[in-house]
Each structure stands twice: as C-alpha cells, then as structure tokens.
C-alpha cells in the first residue's frame, strides 16, 4: 500500500511561488507515474503536471512555462515548484501515483489560494 501525504499549500500574490511535497510512504517500487492534479470549487479535478518512471514529464497548458515537477527518489518526495501563479491557479491540489495495475493512490490534497 502506497501513502501521499502533500504539503506546502498556502496564500500567495499573484506572481508568486510555492512548491508542493508530496512524501511517499510504502512500496512504491511499483510506481510508473507520479502526478499533480487539482480541482477548483465547481470544476471538474484536472491533470496539473506528471512524471513517468524513465523521466519524461507532461503538463497541462495553462501551466506550462510555470510549473515544473520533480522527485527525488532517494527520499520518495515529488516535487510541484509553482512560479508565476495566477489567481487561476487557487484549487485543492491532490498528488497521485499510478502503479502498474493502473491503480491510483491519492494523497487528501493541499489548498492553493492566489490572491492579493
């Protein structure tokens, strides 16, 4: 069994930055994809940013040129470093890891609000 558990949500202005944590705990040998997603009150969740296991990364385009995620596998930390954020951006962001069987372990999200 695979835990998430997300930090570094908060308050931000209008064209600042944060990074979200995602910490793993479990076996996550059999992790293919790790991923970012969020939902906004009334909208439906949506893919932010994802890592496959050899490396490549995908993004959502209204992030793209802003976010940028990472791991660090030694620590089972990945990695959501939030630049130039928008009042677009404020949603519950949830991280996830897609196994092998294409099951989907959710983290219990972390509140993004950008704001003046």
């Known amino acids: 069994q695979v835990q998430l558990v997300e930090s570094g949500g908060g308050l931000v202005q209008p064209g600042g930055s944060l990074r979200l944590s995602c910490k793993a705990s479990g076996n996550v040998v059999n992790i293919n994809i790790w991923g970012w997603y969020r939902q906004a009150p009334g909208k439906q969740r949506e893919l932010v940013a994802n890592?496959?296991?050899?490396?490549?990364?995908n993004y959502a385009d209204s992030v793209k040129g802003r976010f940028t995620i990472s791991r660090d596998n030694a620590k089972k930390i990945v990695y959501l470093q939030m630049d130039r954020m928008e009042p677009e951006d404020t949603a519950l962001y949830y991280c996830n890891a897609e196994d092998t069987w294409n099951y989907r372990h959710w983290g219990q999200g972390t509140q993004v609000t950008v704001s003046s």
């Open positions: 890592i496959i296991k050899g490396g490549l990364t």
